[in-house]
Each structure stands twice: as structure tokens, then as C-alpha cells.
């Protein structure tokens, strides 16, 4: 007995399965709604069928009630009398751990100030008072995002950075918030998002697009005239990225509210420019011909989840090639394409890190909040794995002088 049908029969006993004319109609245990399938129990609607076309623990559960309510045959569904299989895990090095944990804070500056420290392109000044240093806003800004804090309540690790020598100047506070309402800021912080992501190319050749929202305190009211009554609707950043599998690094960030397939050549070309691709691993949302042929030209090999309804005799070569491997080996090209799960992995580490909201008002400034959080997201995997690689960090260092393991930025 797999685990498919140790869940069935879970479903099976707990769940309320409703025959509706012609199919069985199985609620889901993760989320409002549910799935149908057929009189048989051999399809369904759920992504699991979808995916690998075999039962899933909704056919299980179906074929057990079926027995028990549609048939003479006298039937009690028992739970599974073989304890479980466990779960897989994997150790954790808690050396490296602990060292990456207590010491992160302290070199998160001393990282964001060389990054920072490079910053070539600066706004045109004007007249008035004179500005701040342009890579002190930019640090003051992105250290800000670290730190989860008000603006207010940021002073004194604002202090404390200059006293350290990461700035030479500490901004008040709604200096800062003017930093995020700049629209200059946004160039900058793509930059930096690039740059913050190239020590790790040696490492990374596998990708992974993925788009999610960051809540924002901001709402959209109305009145509606069917009912009337007025609604409204929190509104909200939508964020693509493009990431590599094996550390969690971003290394394409795009923050639009287009779709996910007209959003991936972007991402792509980004990401091409300084990795190699070897391979994509995307969801349904990119599936396309131009897609699939765009990741080919980069030199990539495209492990797209495919629908219920896509065919292989039509379309590109790279399209009927990988259909035929989905279709005929079905278990290696899932291998391949779950790997799209750390992208996951990278918006959860993201949002616990530095919460899944933002605390601007202004569109600019929700936008180059969310920009914030992924740079200071990829300084901290900088961080992680000079740890769990045994690389040294190397800070303003000459680099004719840089020993092979030294992990920096590059210079702009």
C-alpha cells in the first residue's frame, strides 16, 4: 500500500464524497473547493492526475465509497494497519548553521557596504541643502528592510552602522522613506539585486521562475450597484523572480502585474547575461511554444509542467521532444522538474525573513521595498554560504592579491 491510497483511505473515512450525476465530487483538505472524478474512480481533476495521468488518493477514496455505499457488498473502511512510512529529512550541519545565524547581522553590513560601496550611477543634484551620500540612502535603505523595523525604532542601528564606519552619515528617518519614494532608487536596486547574485554563478546553472504577492496596507473600494453595498479589496505588489535551485539566490527580479508566461524572456534574458542555463524548471503559467523555444536558444533544456489537454504532435521540435519524455518518462522528467519546489523555498525564506507585507504607501516605494528585501535576501544567502562552502569573504581587497576561494562582489 503507497501513500496515495494510505490517504484515501483517510479521505475516504473523514471526508463527505458526493456523487453529482455523473461524477463523484471529493473536497479538497487544503483549500476551499474540491475535485471531480469520474464513476470509475480512474480520472481526476486534481494537479497530481495532471500531472503524472495515474490515481491519486482522490480515485482511492472514490473506488473505497463506491463499495461501501453503491454495492451490495458490505464494506468497512478501516484505517491502514501498517504504521506510515517516515518522512524523509536531511541533517543539518549545525556548526555551520550556528556560525551563519549568530554572526549574520554583523557581516550582512559589512557586505551591504562593499555592495553599496561600488554604486557607479547617482541622481542628478539640484540646488538646496546638499544631499546625502548616495551609497549611504542606498544602505540605509536596504539595511532598514533587514531589519524589519519602523523608521524610527532603525535609529540606533543606524548609529551603531556609522560608528562601525559602513556609512559615514546616519539619515533620519524620513530621509529613508524618501529613499524608497524615489523612483532613481528602483535602477539602483536592480543592480544591486544583479551584482548581489554573481558571487554564486560558479555554482549555479539551474532555474527556477516563480511569481507571489506582497500585501500592502493600501485598499481598493467601490460600490456595487447588483448589491448595494460598497466592497473592497486589499491591494497588492506582484513580484517575478527567476532562481537558482541549488542556493536560493535571485538572480532576475521583475515587479509587474503582467502574467507569468509574458514575463519569463524577460527574466531569462536577465539571468543569461551572467549565468549559464543549463536547465528552466517552471510551472503551468510559462507553458508556451515561444517559451519553450526561448529557453532552447539560451542553451537550456526546458522542464515545463505540461496541461491535461497538451498535445505533442503539434508545435516546435523542442515542444513534441520534451512531450514525448513527459509522456513516455514521466518519472525522470518529474525529477527534473520538481526542482522548481525551491523557488518556493526562496518566497517562504523571503516573507518569514522580512514579512510578506510592505510598509510603504506610495507605488514607488512598495516597489523598491520589495526590490530591498530580495537584495538583502541574496547578501544573507552570500553569507549562508561562505559558511557551508568553506569560502573566505573578502572585503575591498586587491583583487590581483584575491586568493581562488575568496567570494566578493564584483566591481560595476
Known amino acids: 500500500m503507497d501513500a496515495r491510497e494510505e490517504r484515501g483511505i483517510l479521505i475516504a473515512m473523514t471526508a463527505k464524497i458526493e456523487f453529482r450525476r455523473t461524477y ?4 479538497s483538505s487544503s483549500h476551499d473547493g474540491g475535485y471531480r472524478v469520474d464513476w470509475d474512480g480512474k480520472e481526476c481533476t486534481c494537479p497530481d492526475y495532471e500531472t503524472r495521468q495515474l490515481p491519486c488518493k482522490h480515485c482511492h477514496a472514490v473506488r473505497l465509497v463506491k463499495r461501501r455505499d453503491y454495492s451490495t457488498e458490505k464494506l468497512t473502511i478501516e484505517a491502514p494497519a501498517e504504521a506510515p512510512k517516515p518522512r524523509q529529512t536531511y541533517r543539518q550541519n549545525w556548526p555551520q548553521y550556528n556560525r551563519s545565524q ?4 554583523e557581516l550582512f553590513q559589512k557586505l551591504l557596504a562593499d555592495l553599496c560601496g561600488e554604486i557607479q550611477w547617482m541622481p542628478k543634484m539640484g540646488r538646496g541643502r546638499p544631499s546625502l551620500p548616495y551609497d549611504d540612502a542606498i544602505f540605509s535603505a536596504i539595511f532598514k528592510v533587514y531589519s524589519t523595523f519602523s523608521g524610527r525604532r532603525f535609529q540606533t542601528d543606524l548609529r551603531e552602522a556609522r560608528e562601525a564606519g559602513h556609512i559615514g552619515v546616519a539619515p533620519h528617518y524620513n530621509s529613508v522613506f524618501r529613499v524608497l519614494e524615489d523612483p532613481n532608487t528602483t535602477k539602483t536596486l536592480k543592480e544591486l539585486l544583479i551584482r548581489s547574485s554573481l558571487p554564486l554563478r560558479v555554482i549555479e546553472s539551474k532555474f527556477a521562475p ?18 448595494g453595498v460598497e466592497k473592497k479589496k486589499a491591494e497588492w505588489v506582484k513580484c517575478h523572480i527567476m532562481t537558482g535551485v541549488k ?10 502585474d503582467a502574467g507569468d508566461a509574458p514575463t519569463y524572456k524577460q527574466l531569462a534574458t536577465t539571468t543569461a547575461t551572467n549565468f549559464r542555463i543549463d536547465e528552466v524548471s517552471a510551472d503551468k503559467g510559462y507553458l508556451s511554444f515561444e517559451n519553450m523555444e526561448f529557453t532552447q536558444e539560451l542553451g537550456a533544456v526546458p522542464y515545463f509542467a505540461f496541461k491535461v489537454n497538451s498535445r505533442g504532435e503539434n508545435g516546435p521540435s523542442i ?14 522528467y518529474l525529477k527534473k522538474y520538481h526542482l522548481r519546489s525551491n523557488v518556493e523555498s526562496t518566497f517562504s525564506a523571503i516573507k518569514r525573513k522580512f514579512g510578506d507585507a510592505v510598509r510603504s504607501k506610495t507605488d514607488v516605494a512598495c516597489k523598491n521595498e520589495v526590490l530591498a528585501k530580495i537584495v538583502a535576501h541574496n547578501v544573507v544567502v552570500c553569507i549562508h554560504e561562505t559558511n557551508e562552502l568553506g569560502i573566505e569573504l573578502g572585503f575591498n581587497r586587491d583583487p590581483a592579491a584575491e586568493e581562488p576561494r575568496v567570494l566578493r562582489f564584483p566591481v560595476a
Open 24 to 27: 463523484f465530487f471529493v473536497p
Open 102 to 105: 549568530t554572526q549574520e547581522k
Open 210 to 227: 516563480d511569481s507571489t504577492g506582497f500585501s500592502t496596507n493600501k485598499f481598493a473600494r467601490w460600490f456595487d450597484a447588483k448589491y
Open 247 to 256: 542556493t536560493n539566490v535571485v538572480c532576475a527580479c521583475e515587479i509587474t
Open 319 to 332: 515542444w513534441q521532444k520534451m512531450h514525448a519524455m513527459f509522456t513516455l518518462n514521466r518519472d525522470d
